[in-house]
Every structure is written in structure tokens, then in C-alpha cells.
């Protein structure tokens, strides 16, 4: 279980150093799919009557 | 946005910039001296927002000598460093960003404790530099 653990938590130090070493341009294009998702699930929690969450999508292109 | 850079990125609304100005901007109105060189034609109101290219940017004028500071000191990076023609960025460094966030006026979230300690893990913060800055 420990051992499980620390793999676990090895492959999200890796994913997190990885994410890091991202140029800003790829960061910018995991930002617009980030916001494009927001605003699905905006749409699925108006029609659930919950609260929205403020998201704009940005018109651009990486 | 900085922080998107330097750790994991997240979702954001819109994209902020701290300025400095160079001489006192008016007090009632101290983004005046942007605004007049962006017309409203061209670059549209949003609320607290400035539409420029597709993004809402908020500019936000150096709120604190921290803020300041930052921006002085901020780091440059290519926004594409496989292209040779691709523009420069100036990004609030790390140590900064934590500072800002840790000050009195930074409004430390969970969500930026962890991004603290994130950034502290990566070797990205001077810890001397953070020391001071949080002392002054």
C-alpha cells in the first residue's frame, strides 16, 4: 500500500515537473482548453440550476 | 497568468497586468494614461476589463513598493522558444509571486499555499530574496 503510494505520488511530482518545463504558448493553449471546459460545465450546472462559476473563453489562438 | 507559467496552468478569466507608471498618474484616475492610448473603438470595455486581441486584460496599477518591485524585476521569456521571431513576455518571477501572495495584501489562498509550496519543491524560489522581501 505504501509502495503504491509513493508511486503515485512519484508520477505526480513527475506530471507536475513536466507541466512546469510547458513553454508559455503550450500554457496558454492548456489555459483555453481549461476555459472551454468551464464554460461545458457552466452550461451543464445553469441547467442543473446551480451556480456558474465567472469564465470568458479567450478569441485566440495560441 | 504568472502563475500559470511557472507552475501547472489553470483557468483564467482574464489576464492581468501590474503597471508602474513613470510619473505620479492621477490620483481618481490612474489608469487614464493607458486608456487614452487604447481607443474604446478599438480595444472595447468589458466591466473592469480592457478586450485586446480577443483577451480581457485588466491592468492594475502597482498596488503596493512589493508590486512594484516585481514588475521592476520581472522575468523575460519567449512565449514560443522554438521560434526564433517569437515575442518576449514579462512574467512576475516566483519568488515574488510568493512574496506577493504571503504579504499583507496578497490574499493567500489554499490554491496559492499549494502553488508556495509547488514552486519551493521546483527550486524555482530564493529564499533569501522571499525572506527579505516579506521583512520589508
Known amino acids: 500500500m505504501a509502495d503504491r503510494g509513493?508511486?503515485?505520488?512519484?508520477?505526480?511530482?513527475?506530471w507536475?515537473?513536466?507541466q512546469r518545463a510547458l513553454s508559455p504558448k503550450q500554457k496558454v493553449a492548456i489555459v483555453l482548453e481549461l476555459q472551454r471546459r468551464e464554460v461545458e460545465l457552466n452550461r451543464a450546472r445553469a441547467a442543473a440550476g446551480r451556480p456558474v462559476r465567472p469564465m470568458t473563453e479567450w478569441k485566440i489562438v495560441p | 497568468m504568472a502563475a500559470t507559467v511557472w507552475d501547472e496552468a489553470t483557468a483564467t478569466q482574464d489576464l492581468d497586468v501590474v503597471v508602474v507608471f513613470r510619473d505620479e498618474p492621477p490620483a481618481l484616475d490612474p489608469l487614464r494614461p493607458i486608456l487614452d492610448r487604447l481607443p474604446e473603438e478599438q480595444f472595447p470595455r468589458r466591466g473592469e476589463h480592457i478586450?485586446?486581441?480577443?483577451?480581457p486584460v485588466q491592468f492594475l496599477p502597482a498596488w503596493t513598493h512589493l508590486a512594484a518591485e516585481a514588475v521592476r524585476r520581472a522575468a523575460e521569456l519567449a512565449y514560443d522558444p522554438?521560434?526564433?521571431?517569437?515575442?518576449?513576455?514579462r512574467v512576475i518571477a516566483p519568488t515574488y509571486l510568493a512574496a506577493m501572495w504571503q504579504s499583507d495584501r496578497g490574499a493567500l489562498t489554499p490554491r496559492r499555499s499549494e502553488r508556495i509550496a509547488r514552486l519551493r519543491e521546483a527550486g524555482l524560489l530564493d529564499e533569501d530574496l522571499l525572506k527579505r522581501l516579506l521583512s520589508g
Not at chain 1, 6 to 14: G, H, L, N, Q, S
Open chain 1, 6 to 14: 509513493r508511486r503515485i505520488f512519484a508520477a505526480k511530482e513527475t
Open chain 1, 16 to 18: 507536475h515537473r513536466e
Open chain 2, 51 to 55: 478586450e485586446i486581441a480577443g483577451v
Open chain 2, 82 to 89: 522554438d521560434d526564433a521571431s517569437s515575442p518576449s513576455l
